[in-house]
């Protein structure tokens, strides 16, 4: 059965510094999409993406953040300045996109990012 | 602004002890509702989606039904592996694909 697979599963870095999360949606599909769930609390949507642009995001994605599909396969989330809040799980899902909009969404398993 | 309440919090069932937990929701323009399995460390694994007041889906021990202001996920005879964070997403208004989720409930199911 098809997966979203993320990497690193794990990414430990300094306040400041700037990270790329990466993501394989699943290949067939169309839309992707970034959540995220700080320790104790809801998954919160990030952003999406079709066709190569962002086609939502919430207020969380500021422009410190931005999104990426470098080819075919990645999806890329960059985040460039990091802060101790950004320390969350990130995840990546992907959804079918065809015909009518709500189609499910299947997400990977998440990097957990630190930021020290 | 959407709103996805769901309780209780955590639940602590007995093997063989049916139960439910409840999904309300808040929203302009109800699309679908999600459920979805969480495990600790681990991304949440799809289980079902409704879309119109009155459907209901079966899973194996689990079934989801949907009313105009809920949702609930019955258990039938839980296992111990049925142990989980059991989430609850709605997508909602016009042409939006973002889920806003609740915080789940922390089911745990004792041999």
């Known amino acids: 059965e098809p997966e979203v697979t993320q990497t690193p599963s794990h990414q430990v870095t300094q306040m400041g510094q700037e990270v790329i999360l990466r993501c394989v949606p699943i290949s067939n599909h169309l839309y992707f999409y970034w959540y995220r769930q700080i320790l104790g609390q809801k998954v919160e949507f990030l952003v999406s993406f079709y066709n190569n642009e962002i086609s939502e995001k919430s207020e969380i994605f500021d422009d410190q953040f931005s999104v990426e599909r470098p080819d075919g396969s990645n999806f890329t989330l960059k985040i460039r300045s990091t802060k101790l809040e950004d320390s969350a799980m990130y995840f990546c899902?992907?959804?079918?996109?065809?015909?009518?909009?709500?189609?499910?969404?299947?997400f990977g398993p998440g990097t957990r990012l630190t930021v020290l | 602004e959407d709103q996805v309440t769901q309780s209780p919090e955590a639940l602590r069932l007995q093997e063989g002890e049916s139960s439910s937990l409840n999904c309300s929701y808040t929203v302009s323009g109800l699309r679908g509702l999600f459920w979805y399995r969480q495990d600790p460390g681990k991304g949440p694994e799809f289980l079902f989606t409704?879309?119109?007041a009155g459907e209901e889906k079966e899973k194996e021990r689990l079934k989801a039904t949907l009313t105009k202001k809920e949702s609930f996920l019955h258990i039938t005879a839980p296992k111990p592996e049925d142990s989980a964070t059991y989430l609850c997403a709605v997508q909602a208004g016009t042409g939006r694909r973002a889920l806003t989720f609740g915080s789940g409930t922390r089911l745990q199911v004792q041999p």
């Open positions: 899902a992907s959804s079918r996109g065809t015909g009518r909009v709500t189609d499910t969404q299947y």
């Open positions: 409704l879309y119109s």
